[in-house]
């Protein structure tokens, strides 16, 4: 299983409790990456057990899974699976955004982990103020590793084009006004409960992951 000359060296930084959890996987491409985010995100068993039975991997853009095959450079946004699971420990029907949002801040640590690798919480419902007006943003991240911000807009409608222009203003804003020179330009992450990718193709920006999620 590990004579492939990329993974036999990277295997071996890893123990046996996470071997047993591996030797299903025949994919050399999915088990590269099972092995990468074990030992980069310092997985237990467990942690990585449960990573693989929620397909983790499959859930991947296609354009990712092609980015990881031929190390090409990966960004913040390309790791964002889709679906998103969010936990829903008492099977609340969603209805609006607010609930959702309710939902993901009761465990923000098991959605940061969903997102990728190193995000950290800035806010829920952040406001900030354009002309004379307040808004909020749904959620405020920080991705360690990318160093940058992350708006993220919660919707529970099919996609519509523009919700586009609505993450697009406020990272504009983050941009102006938050980012230090410092840190890279914001991304945004545009989760819906349905995506359109027909309309997606010709209102998408490259700066946001349209995704959508289910309720787990």
């Not at 299903?24 to 092995?35: A, R, V």
């Not at 969603?94 to 940061?112: A, H, N, P, R």
């Amino acid at each position: 299983m590990f004579k492939d000359e990329k993974v036999s060296p990277v295997a071996t930084q890893l123990t046996w409790s996470h071997y047993s959890e591996l030797l299903s996987i025949k994919d050399n491409n999915k088990l590269m990456y099972y092995i990468n985010i074990a030992i980069n995100n310092n997985l237990s068993k467990r942690e990585l057990r449960k990573r693989i039975k929620f397909n983790e991997y499959e859930r991947l853009p296609i354009e990712t899974k092609n980015k990881l095959m031929f190390e090409d450079k990966v960004e913040a946004k390309d790791l964002v699976p889709n679906p998103i699971l969010i936990r829903n420990k008492n099977n609340i029907e969603i209805v609006t955004e607010k609930v959702l949002q309710k939902l993901i801040l009761e465990d923000i640590e098991s959605f940061m982990k969903e997102l990728g690798n190193l995000f950290s919480f800035i806010g829920g419902e952040y406001k900030i103020k354009i002309g004379d007006r307040n808004h909020y943003i749904d959620l405020l991240l920080f991705n360690i590793k990318y160093n940058c911000y992350v708006v993220v807009e919660l919707k529970v409608t099919e996609f519509k084009v523009e919700y586009i222009s609505q993450v697009q203003k406020y990272m504009n804003y983050i941009d102006k006004n938050i980012r230090e020179v410092s840190n890279n330009n914001t991304i945004g992450i545009l989760i819906c409960k349905r995506e359109n990718k027909f309309v997606i193709e010709y209102c998408s920006d490259e700066r946001i992951a349209v995704r959508e999620y289910e309720l787990v």
